[in-house]
């Protein structure tokens, strides 16, 4: 069974940082690309970032790029999303996706950025 869990969603102050990270079981982790989505409130799903199966390739939405850094360790299958000078925009339920942004996601963890 695909099991994908999101840990690390917090309430930090703008400018702040968070790391969440996103452990997974259920398939070989090495082989498949990953991605981070989020969803606010009232709101669609969004793609954050991607990352390719040797975590050597990056890809980031506009809204992030420069302030957030996907990466991968495949020794222990999990996958993880730094998060720099957030936003209270970035405030969302983040969500880790197997093999891209329509794949199978993990329940989420809650990021608010709030003064």
């Known amino acids: 069974e695909v099991q994908l869990v999101e840990s690390g969603g917090a309430l930090v102050q703008p400018g702040g940082s968070l790391r969440l990270s996103c452990t997974t079981s259920g398939f070989i982790f090495k082989d498949f690309h990953m991605a981070w989505l989020r969803q606010a409130p009232g709101k669609e799903f969004e793609w954050v970032s991607g990352?390719?199966?040797?975590?050597?390739?990056?890809t980031y939405a506009d809204s992030v790029k420069g302030r957030f850094t996907i990466s991968r360790d495949n020794d222990k299958n999990t996958l993880y999303l730094i998060m720099d000078s957030l936003k209270p925009e970035d405030s969302a339920m983040y969500y880790c996706?197997?093999?891209?942004?329509?794949?199978?996601r993990g329940p989420g963890t809650q990021v608010t950025v709030s003064s």
């Open positions: 996706a197997k093999g891209g942004r329509f794949g199978p």
């Open positions: 990352i390719n199966r040797a975590g050597d390739v990056t």
